[in-house]
């Protein structure tokens, strides 16, 4: 019985692993990757709910190495990271049946994580640089610029070397 059991969650999820795939390979062109970000969320959902927790995982293995070899590794390990993270918000909602805050909550802290993974993996793989020396890079262009713009300010005739907004921009440091 549980190998016709585990034959029947394999049949339910190889389907829907392949339409997330699919649907992964379409958020490589522009208007599709919109569509890929809200439907592949709903399909990690519905592959929990047909085939559990172990197809789920495995899902995501495959979902991963599948992307990687079809579109590129970042843009594999990055769509397949948000996908999952927010199917995992949209798996809480559904089994715990919260009241409409809550599940909100939880939706926007999984979307939230999302994005924030994907933005790592981008920063740290693509532009092989840690998160202080891109904030660094950041802090270092608004420096410039801050000053740049008291240039411009002083020679219109304005006096801004008393002003706080100003002197906090140039004492920015990241630590």
Same mark, same amino acid.
């Given at each position: 019985?549980?190998?016709?059991?585990?034959?029947?969650?394999?049949?339910?999820?190889?389907?829907?692993?392949?339409?997330?795939?699919?649907?992964?390979?379409?958020?490589?062109?522009?208007?599709?990757?919109?569509?890929?970000?809200?439907?592949?969320?709903?399909?990690?959902?519905?592959?929990?709910?047909?085939?559990?927790?172990?197809?789920?995982?495995?899902?995501?293995?495959?979902?991963?190495?599948?992307?990687?070899?079809?579109? @590129?590794?970042?843009?594999? &390990?990055?769509?397949? *990271? +948000? $996908?999952?993270? #927010?199917?995992? !918000?949209?798996?809480? /909602?559904?089994?715990? @049946?919260?009241?409409?805050? &809550?599940?909100?909550? *939880? +939706? $926007?802290?999984? #979307?939230?994580? !999302?994005?924030?993974? /994907?933005?790592?993996?981008?920063?740290?793989?693509?532009?092989?640089?840690?998160?202080?020396?891109?904030?660094?890079?950041?802090?270092?262009?608004?420096?410039?610029?801050?000053?740049?713009?008291?240039?411009?300010?002083?020679?219109?005739?304005?006096?801004?070397?008393?002003?706080?907004?100003?002197?906090?921009?140039?004492?920015?440091?990241?630590?």
């Amino acid at each position: 019985m549980n190998n016709m059991d585990n034959t029947k969650k394999l049949a339910n999820s190889a389907p829907l692993i392949a339409l997330l795939i699919i649907s992964s390979l379409l958020g490589t062109l522009p208007f599709f990757s919109l569509i890929s970000i809200s439907v592949g969320p709903i399909i990690v959902a519905l592959i929990y709910h047909k085939a559990g927790k172990f197809y789920t995982g495995l899902s995501f293995v495959v979902t991963t190495i599948l992307l990687s070899v079809l579109a @590129n590794p970042i843009f594999a &390990l990055t769509m397949t *990271v +948000l $996908t999952f993270s #927010i199917g995992a !918000g949209i798996i809480y /909602m559904i089994s715990k @049946n919260h009241g409409v805050l &809550l599940n909100f909550v *939880v +939706l $926007t802290l999984a #979307i939230i994580v !999302g994005y924030l993974a /994907m933005t790592f993996i981008d920063i740290t793989l693509i532009s092989q640089i840690s998160i202080s020396e891109f904030l660094n890079t950041i802090v270092e262009g608004l420096k410039a610029s801050m000053g740049e713009i008291s240039k411009l300010y002083e020679q219109s005739g304005g006096n801004i070397s008393e002003n706080p907004a100003i002197a906090a921009f140039e004492n920015l440091t990241v630590k």
